[in-house]
């Protein structure tokens, strides 16, 4: 075969280079269909740049080799030199009447699971392996790759650092979840002290680890020296709940902010998802339409609307007096002190305000320690951001920053001091107000591409008996 710069199918549909028109290109990629009758073959082949594919015209008789042209079948891997036309057919813009073709890779029709179309998310969960070459995920790929660009110019844009904080960490007083434990010792053999117990002193680190809930404490540490920081990193929680919006591994973007107060992390927040689901619909237009075709009529009208909306602002005290008002009948019943559940955060979000909601002060008991404690002695500065169709999709709160209160909190809770001995100096040496949140990326993704199950929105998801990839 002649060499030729390999083209991405992207450039050649999107027109990004005139000059190329009636030249002669090459394109790689995975064969999607081919249809056609003795005369003339067409090849829909996708290269995973553009969720359009481009069809190549093998004029048959005079290409010859019937051999490979008949092993050319969905799924398959060719290399093709053409000349690129205009296209006679609707839909496309150009096409390559193929010269020459490598097929790399055959697929066999008989067991290719991919074969047909149009099979089940759940069946497509079984074959993560592979399904990344459907539309759907090619699509959800890409958006979830441009949403991660979009974080981090946003952030670097408006002057935050991202902050590498770790995966492996020694403190277990983030209550966020149950963890997952970090070890080398042997399992079939585990040491122990002389009162019993599982001696940790012989182990890796010299002591207890887990995998991380949260970069929040360590992120922490980053704003009260740099002042605006930035996480981005998977975390970890071993809770086995089998939900449609839980992973045991997700991603997390955990900003944390000196010198911001709960109002100004609430502005910080709106700004932020308006600027990702900006981001989406201006760069991912054909992605989106695609999943709006298949999967959710009012996708694209959802994140248009998020987009132009204000955000409505409220006390947790005054959402329960609206649920206990509303008449609903909720699975779990509201009253003050209570924990919300997603069918009470998406009464308010879904039917009373019709638009994202931000609750703020919290009971502090439903709440964690690091969060600053109100005047009033039972409430805490917590703020959740409430999504349509998601319930909860941040997290956050103003942190207490005064050592006293904060050291009381924890004898409250139970949670050893020498737990959180590094913690606590930020409060003894140079305290400041700070402020901060976590977005759940796959939460975020959920809402942005209009899927209705969380393990659909990350390549490889991790769940309870689910790791086989
Ligand atoms: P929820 O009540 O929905 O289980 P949470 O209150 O435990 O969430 P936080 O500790 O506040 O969650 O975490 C911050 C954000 O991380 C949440 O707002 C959510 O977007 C996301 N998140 C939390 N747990 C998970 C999970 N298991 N899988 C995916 N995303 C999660
Ligand atoms: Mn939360």
């Known amino acids: 075969m002649k060499e030729l710069r390999r083209q991405r199918v992207f450039d050649l549909l999107k027109g990004k280079d005139?000059?190329?028109?009636?030249?002669?290109?090459?394109?790689?990629?995975?064969?999607r269909t081919k249809r056609g009758n003795k005369n003339v073959a067409f090849i829909a082949l996708n290269d995973g740049s553009i969720i359009h594919n481009i069809q190549?015209?093998?004029?048959?008789?005079?290409?010859?080799?019937?051999?490979?042209?008949?092993?050319?079948?969905?799924?398959?891997?060719?290399?093709?030199?053409?000349?690129?036309?205009?296209?006679?057919?609707?839909?496309?813009?150009?096409?390559?009447?193929?010269?020459?073709?490598?097929?790399?890779?055959?697929?066999?029709?008989?067991?290719?699971?991919l074969q047909k179309k149009g099979h089940s998310l759940e069946f497509l969960r079984e074959i993560a392996h592979l399904r990344p070459r459907?539309?759907?995920?090619?699509?959800?790929?890409?958006?979830?790759?441009?949403?991660?660009?979009?974080i981090h110019k946003y952030y670097n844009d408006k002057g935050f650092y991202y902050l590498h904080t770790p995966i492996i960490t020694g403190s277990d007083a983030e209550g966020a979840g149950a963890m997952f434990r970090v070890t080398t010792l042997d399992l079939h053999n585990v040491p122990t002290t002389p009162e019993g117990k599982i001696d940790f002193q012989q182990d890796f680190f010299g002591k207890e680890t887990n995998l991380t809930v949260s970069g929040q404490l360590e992120g922490e540490l980053g704003a009260l020296a740099l002042s605006n920081i930035y996480t981005f990193g998977p975390t970890?929680?071993?809770?086995?709940?089998?939900?449609?919006?839980?992973?045991a591994e997700f991603w997390m973007i955990e900003p944390e902010m000196a010198f911001y107060d709960i109002n100004d992390n609430q502005d910080l927040a709106e700004d932020f998802l308006k600027y990702l689901i900006g981001?989406?619909?201006?760069?991912?237009?054909?992605?989106?339409?695609?999943?709006?075709?298949?999967?959710?009529?009012?996708?694209i009208e959802r994140l248009q609307f998020v987009t132009s909306n204000t955000f409505e602002r409220l006390s947790y005290?005054?959402?329960?007096?609206?649920?206990?008002?509303?008449?609903?009948?909720?699975?779990?019943?509201?009253?003050w002190g209570v924990d919300l559940q997603s069918e009470h955060e998406r009464y308010l979000v879904e039917k009373h305000f019709k638009k994202p909601v931000i609750l703020t002060d919290y009971p502090r008991d439903i709440k964690a320690f690091y969060m600053k404690q109100n005047d009033d002695g039972k409430t805490v500065?917590?703020?959740?951001?409430?999504?349509?169709k998601i319930g909860e999709i941040i997290g956050g709160s103003q942190r207490e920053e005064n050592y006293d209160k904060l050291v009381s909190r924890i004898k409250e809770m139970?949670?050893?001091?020498?737990?959180?001995?590094?913690?606590?100096?930020?409060?003894?040496?140079?305290?400041?107000?700070?402020?901060?949140?976590?977005?759940?990326?796959?939460?975020?993704?959920?809402?942005?591409?209009?899927?209705?199950?969380?393990?659909?929105?990350?390549?490889?998801?991790?769940?309870?008996?689910?790791?086989?990839?």
């Open 56 to 113: 190549v015209v093998v004029e048959v008789q005079s290409f010859g080799n019937d051999e490979m042209l008949k092993k050319i079948t969905t799924g398959a891997c060719i290399s093709v030199n053409g000349k690129l036309v205009e296209s006679k057919g609707s839909g496309q813009n150009v096409e390559i009447l193929a010269h020459e073709i490598e097929l790399y890779g055959t697929a066999d029709a008989e067991t290719y699971p």
């Open 134 to 150: 459907t539309n759907t995920f090619g699509a959800i790929f890409r958006i979830r790759h441009a949403l991660a660009f979009a």
């Open 236 to 247: 970890f929680r071993a809770e086995n709940s089998n939900t449609t919006r839980h992973l």
């Open 317 to 335: 005290t005054a959402a329960i007096e609206i649920l206990e008002k509303s008449g609903e009948k909720f699975e779990f019943p509201v009253k």
């Open 381 to 388: 500065r917590a703020m959740d951001v409430l999504f349509p």
């Open 414 to 469: 139970g949670i050893p001091e020498k737990d959180v001995w590094w913690y606590l100096e930020t409060r003894k040496f140079g305290t400041a107000p700070h402020s901060g949140f976590g977005l759940g990326f796959e939460r975020l993704m959920l809402f942005i591409t209009g899927m209705g199950n969380i393990r659909d929105v990350i390549p490889f998801p991790r769940a309870p008996l689910n790791a086989e990839f």
């Open 279 to 299: 981001y989406v619909l201006e760069n991912c237009a054909d992605d989106l339409e695609f999943l709006q075709k298949m999967y959710d009529k009012e996708l």
């Open 18 to 31: 005139e000059s190329l028109v009636n030249g002669e290109v090459n394109v790689k990629g995975w064969v």
